[in-house]
Every structure is written in C-alpha cells, then in structure tokens.
C-alpha cells in the first residue's frame, strides 16, 4: 500500500487511464489514504475482498465528485 495525502491521491487519480484504475482503500494513519494501483494482481485481490476499499478511480471521473467522497475517509481507522 502507499500512504498518500488526500492531494496525493488525487493527483494519482487525475492522470489515471481507465486501463490504469486507482484504488483506494482506509488508512489508520491520520490524515492519510491507501492508494494502489488498481490493476495488479495483488490490488484486483484486495479489491474484491478488502473491507477498508474506499472505491476505484480514474482521471475521467469527476474530480470534484471524488473529491468529495474521499474527503469522508481520510484519516479513519481502518
């Protein structure tokens, strides 16, 4: 996993290709966010079976929707 702020991550979703999701899990760290590429076989695991996924992104979705969710997360237990 890599723990990214919430501006991390949405710069890792703005240049995102559908082909090339980012998914987005809870972080326990404060402040944080777990963001993965969402095509590894690892990541397509988590994905499916990972209670703390967040949702999976790419940079054609809009920002400001994402945005929004995503602020709900950061920083809550995981």
Do not use: E, W
């Amino acid at each position: 996993m890599s723990n990214c702020t919430l501006t991390h991550t949405m710069d890792r979703i703005k240049t995102a290709t559908p082909s090339s999701l980012i998914a987005v899990f809870k972080c326990s760290a404060p402040g944080m966010l777990n963001a993965v590429f969402g095509a590894t076989v690892i990541s397509q695991s988590k994905i499916r079976t990972d209670r703390d996924l967040i949702g999976v992104y790419d940079g054609l979705m809009d920002r400001q929707v994402v945005l929004d969710h995503l602020r709900k997360f950061v920083g809550r237990a995981a």
